[in-house]
């Protein structure tokens, strides 16, 4: 495994981390047993459905080939892995637009996405595990029509639309049958959070130009990686350990500027896995350095709730170096390197816990290997608090509610 995680600076000895380790160990093999609701997710990247994974390359190629722009409808779990991935990643062969709708209720952003399908040949991705989501619905109410418009017929406009979703229950699943649109499956014991590795994060990655087998080549890396046994999941450990010493949140540092929507995926993935009960370290994310400008003092001087997970890009994609000035033959890269190190040492000095997640380059084999780093370790941590990681149930009182004020 190319991603190195540090706990050392997190103020928790490493014989409590050790002592918990046989924990986190039981809470992997549950995991991995085959007889836990909604881990599907597990054992993707290892026993691959080929089939599917042919299937989903062929219909992205397609894609690209008659279409400028996709629009993916989606919201939360069914949109967040691939915009992160999109945003962080090299693209190694010709892609199209990506352009996602049905994560906001804004009108101003759904006419900006309204103008670019009129003026663009478009394919719609509607993606929705329950078929439901009151977001996605709406969205996709609002966009059909002017793909039948613009198309000339329903039947046409129908040919250019994409649902995945459940393999059989749901509105979206009953339409796919009535109006014949292509289709993919959410697989069911796999939620929208842990869906990235699905046709879900998968299709849309695919679009854009990512390799989406080496996304996975580096998941399976990680899910195989034998130090699962002992340091992979010391960082599950430490943040359960923090929480127990009363830390409420964690700020991800993201020391990489395409890191922001993975920053993104990540408040997701551990607020809606974790945050129950009562329990649960509250997840937020800062992009270092622009956000030290704005936030730094807080974290600096302000009320010391959290701990911090250093996300670092060790090495950047080109060199540029500095031609003039005080730090003329340095490059960015060490600039950058120097504010890593001033964060930790002052960080340090003011008693914040800090976690390292050292990425060695951004690139798609080493970002499959983080995805499944974070959903591993999000899930052993809710396992160590005692927290279902697969539930959400908060979520659905607040679509209840809304529905309620609709009605
Ligand atoms: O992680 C989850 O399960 C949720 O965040 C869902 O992804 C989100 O609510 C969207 O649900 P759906 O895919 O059913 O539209």
Redesign the pocket.
């Known amino acids: 495994m190319n991603i190195i995680v540090k706990t050392d600076k997190t103020g928790i000895p490493a014989a409590d981390i050790e002592a918990l380790r046989p924990d986190a160990g039981m809470a992997l093999d549950r995991l991995w047993s085959g007889n836990e609701p909604m881990t599907g997710w597990v054992t993707l990247p290892v026993n691959r459905n080929q089939e599917e994974l042919q299937r989903i390359q062929e219909i992205a190629d397609i894609i690209k080939d008659e279409a400028e722009l996709l629009v993916v409808i ?5 949109y967040m892995g691939a915009k992160a991935a999109i945003e962080a990643l090299p693209k190694v062969g010709p892609g199209i637009e990506v352009r996602f709708l049905g994560n906001n209720l804004c009108t101003d952003y759904y006419w900006e996405t309204m103008q670019e399908i009129k003026e663009k040949n478009t394919i719609l991705c509607v ?5 439901n ?1 009151m977001e ?1 619905r709406t969205a996709f109410e609002v966009v059909k029509p002017l793909m039948v418009e613009k198309y000339g017929s329903v039947e046409e406009a129908s040919k250019r639309i994409l649902a995945i979703t459940d393999e059989e229950t749901g509105t979206l699943r009953s339409e796919v049958a009535e109006y014949g649109y292509s289709s993919l499956v959410v697989p069911g014991n796999v ?3 842990y869906s990235i590795g699905t046709p879900v994060g998968l299709l849309p990655m695919a679009v854009s130009g990512i390799d989406i087998m080496e996304f996975l080549d580096g998941a399976a890396e990680c899910a195989n990686d034998p130090g699962w046994d002992h340091d992979l999941a010391d960082y599950a450990i430490a943040r359960h350990l923090l929480e127990k010493q009363g830390k409420e949140v964690e700020v991800f540092g993201l020391c990489h500027s395409r890191l922001f929507y993975l920053g993104e995926w990540m408040k ?1 993935l551990f607020g ?1 896995s974790e945050g129950k009960e009562g329990k649960g370290l509250m997840p937020t994310s800062l992009t270092y350095s622009t956000d030290l400008h704005s936030m730094g003092q807080y974290l600096q001087e302000g009320r010391q709730t959290f701990m911090e997970t250093l996300m670092i890009v060790d090495e950047p994609s080109v060199s540029i170096e500095i031609p003039g000035g005080p730090q003329k033959g340095k490059t960015v890269a060490d600039i950058n390197e120097a504010m890593i190190g001033g964060v930790v040492s002052a960080h340090r000095q003011a008693g914040i816990p800090i976690a390292e997640v050292h990425i060695p380059k951004l690139d798609t084999r080493n970002f499959g290997q983080l995805i499944y780093f974070l959903e591993t370790t999000c899930a052993i941590t809710a396992m160590l608090n005692g927290v279902d990681p697969f539930n ?1 149930p908060g ?1 659905e009182a607040y679509k209840r509610e809304m529905h309620r004020l609709l009605d």
């Open positions: 989606g919201i939360g779990g069914s993606i929705s595990k329950s078929g989501t996605v939620g929208g959070r997701q809606e959400q979520v």
